[in-house]
């Protein structure tokens, strides 16, 4: 099949930008992009169950032939206006990691057993503008959950450190006889509550009432299984609307607790008591 000229240099073009895009991983990565771009669910045939397609532009009978399109969707008012360039630039990484690399962002933060964490994602949203809104996202998570933080500027610099600084041995325990709440704070630790967009964000929870015997077995009970606990948030799109190239849309989230605790390693009873207090952090966090 002969090309024309302009489809030629359509082809080149693509071609070009695909090396590009290429190029900023290396070769194990890209190796691990290529193989979740050949396996991944999909474009699989296996699930052969009814359901509901997903609602976006990309499959519908909207029209698409014009050169511009206007995206709407709500915004708070007592929030910064958002840069144009990023949202731009998150449409396009969406565009290219869901629908050309078919890959679905997400990211955890697991605990290794010497007490640091992974973080993984998938390598579509790697060194891009959406893997470092999910990274910051999942930590302000973390930091409400456990109700401070390091701030990022400083957080780099100590997860490089924080062995040396704790003494840490491979078990992940510390051997340094230094305190080390003062390790952390002087590492930069702050109180989540001095932050003047966080300052109020425990009101609503049970007032902690020094020497109550029951309190303080609930919060050992809790911090036993602490391990076996996590919350997750997920993104949907709730609805969309368009008029020729207007498009409307409304996306949601919402914040689920996950306990990873099966039958032999705690009773009905436990489980609800844990359930009770993970439905409190879930209310703090949405």
Known sequence: MTLGVDEEEEYNSSARMALAFLDRFERYDSQELLFQFITHWFIGSEVEQPSEGSTHISTTDMPLADNLAVILFPMKCDIAPFCYREVHSIIRELTVGMFVLKQTPFITLDANYDKSTTCSMPP?????????????????????????YIPKEKRLKFTERWRMHLDVNMQGKPETRKPLVSEFVSSGLIDITKDPDYARVYDDL?????????MAQEREFFMSHIDNLSMQMTLFQEHMENYKNLYLVNSRY?????????DTQIDSVGYERLKTRMQMHQDVIE
């Open 124 to 148: 579509a949203y790697m060194d891009t503008l959406i893997g470092q809104l999910l990274t910051n996202v999942d930590y302000m998570m973390k930091g409400l959950w456990h109700g401070a």
């Open 206 to 214: 049970p007032v902690d009432i020094p020497n109550d015997e029951e």
């Open 254 to 262: 919402n914040i689920s607790s996950i306990i990873r605790l099966i």
